[in-house]
Nanobody, 131 residues
Framework: QVQLVESRGGSVQAGGSLRLSCAAS????????MGWFRQAAGKEREGVAI???????EYANFLKARFTISHDNARKILYLQMDNLEPADTAIYYC?????????????????????????WGQGTQVTVSS
């Protein structure tokens, strides 16, 4: 199974930016889906964004174009650029991966919404946004 390690979380004032990273190791492939999820205190986990190996993306509609998911296939790193952060973005952010996956049809929408689950997850990184 692939191992995932998130990093670059932290504390920022409202309106600021952060760029999260997720490094993949162990069993990886060139045909994958990866995603970012978050869980705020007292709330259930929610999908943020999905990307597959070819660059097809799926975003949660609550983001209002503030976040951008991207990948570096050569370095096996997933990124989440977060701009214009709000206190409501405060959460633990998790990286997830499926090493046999692609965003065909509605599959990545199903991953985003949790209709199907990723098999591999990272440990999470805390993001705190102050007002």
């Amino acid at each position: 199974q692939v191992q995932l390690v998130e990093s670059r979380g932290g504390s920022v004032q409202a309106g600021g930016s952060l760029r999260l990273s997720c490094a993949a190791s162990g069993y990886t492939s060139g045909v994958y889906c990866m995603g970012w999820f978050r869980q705020a205190a007292g709330k259930e986990r929610e999908g943020v964004a999905i990307i597959d190996f070819s660059g097809v993306t799926e975003y949660a509609n609550f983001l209002k174009a503030r976040f951008t998911i991207s990948h570096d296939n050569a370095r096996k790193i997933l990124y989440l650029q977060m701009d214009n952060l709000e206190p409501a973005d405060t959460a633990i952010y998790y990286c997830a991966a499926d090493m046999a996956c692609g965003c065909s049809g509605d599959y990545c929408y199903r991953l985003l919404t949790g209709a199907v689950d990723f098999p591999s997850w990272g440990q999470g990184t805390q993001v705190t946004v102050s007002s």
